[in-house]
Nanobody, 116 residues
């Protein structure tokens, strides 16, 4: 019954901002690792940002200083604030939750397109 649903993707101009959100049901972000990945055409899926159970965050070098991952335990959501967007950020963005001792779960993905 676990489900992750991403939202917030869209078309934005270079230098603009978007905020992605991932809403979970049947599982808690507060007690598990949450992450955002992205995949552009012809590329492998890559880790963008991660937030641990304790709140520690990690970022890909390409997004450090521009993206921020956060968690809202009351809403059971994980968000990704994306600023200073570049065309190379264009991809489908996926959220993931990694429970201990159980399979990972993925959302369906949301398209982010950065273009003028």
């Amino acid at each position: 019954q676990v489900q992750l649903v991403e939202s917030g993707g869209g078309l934005v101009q270079p230098g603009g901002s978007l905020r992605l959100s991932c809403a979970a049901s049947g599982i808690l972000f507060s007690t598990n690792v949450g992450a955002w990945y992205r995949q552009a055409p012809g590329n492998k899926r890559e880790l963008v940002a991660l937030i641990s159970r304790g709140g520690t965050t990690n970022y890909a070098d390409s997004v450090k200083g521009r993206f921020t991952i956060s968690r809202d335990n009351a809403k059971n959501t994980v968000s990704l604030q994306m600023n200073s967007l570049r065309p190379e950020d264009t991809a489908v963005y996926y959220c993931k939750i990694e429970p201990w001792g159980a399979p990972d779960y993925w959302g369906q993905g949301t398209q982010v397109t950065v273009s003028s």
